[in-house]
């Protein structure tokens, strides 16, 4: 067996090559966990960027060293994607907290509490594995009986999305239904959906940024549940295409 010593040079030399080209730093930089919207020149020091980085640096270590520290955006899709996929949860319904995961230290941090007098409608997060127009993974709402427990990863069946854009660009919203959820196990398509629910959802996001400065949300209609197929597909082929990008030049 390597020395202690030993196995840490390794992954440190391991996880050195893995940046090395990109100009990232492995350790450090303040940015959280979803901050690839803004300066689309710099691709090296996103979430997926971090992600890919991470992913390299444990090919490179030798096998009996290898260990997969969990990562939410690399999260495999599964099988039956688009008709169900896994959704990481980052705030529960009821809730006006807003957390994130933070790529940099591998843990939910709160972002903010949401300055208007309202909460989350349903469960929220994103899909695993998806990169939309805002350069974030594709943000989700997910209903549910009982409030989900932020940080954990549940299958969900979507069903519809709205079209929406914020400050930093397309901001699609899936609506979807918990696939443990004898609750909900009726609602399959988007006719099965109440009207008041998207209302709401669609009240919901028009003004949840209304009092914070510098931001600000455009609500759009609603799609049905095969063009909701359409954007998963959609948003994780360019995920796939940016990850592909990122390692050749790592």
Known sequence: NLADNDIAAATAEGMASAAA???????????GAKDSGGDKGSREDTWLAKSVARKLSIDALPAKM????FDPFMFPLGAKAPREVPVFIEVSA?????????????????????????????????????????????????????????????????????????????????LAVLSNDANFAHVEKF???????????????????????????????????????????????????QEKLLEETM
């Open 94 to 174: 009821g809730s006006r907290n807003k957390y994130e995961w933070d790529q940099e230290y591998g843990v939910m941090m709160l972002d903010r509490v949401l300055h208007s007098a309202v909460h989350y409608p349903n469960d929220y997060g994103f899909i695993p594995q998806t990169l939309c127009g805002d350069g974030d993974p594709l943000d989700i709402l997910v209903m549910g009986t009982q409030p989900l427990a932020v940080g954990c990863i549940v299958k969900a069946r979507p069903i519809a999305y709205m079209v929406m854009e914020d400050e930093k660009g397309m901001d699609e919203k899936v």
């Open 66 to 69: 290898r260990t997969t520290p």
């Open 191 to 241: 006719e099965d959906l109440a009207k008041h629910k998207l209302a709401e959802v669609s009240n919901f996001f028009e003004t949840y940024k209304q009092l914070e400065k510098d931001k600000w949300a455009k609500v759009g209609g609603w799609k049905n549940t095969d063009e909701t197929y359409e954007l998963i597909k959609k948003t994780h082929e360019n995920f796939i295409e």
């Open 21 to 31: 080209g990109t100009g990232m730093s492995v350790v450090g930089g303040d940015d």
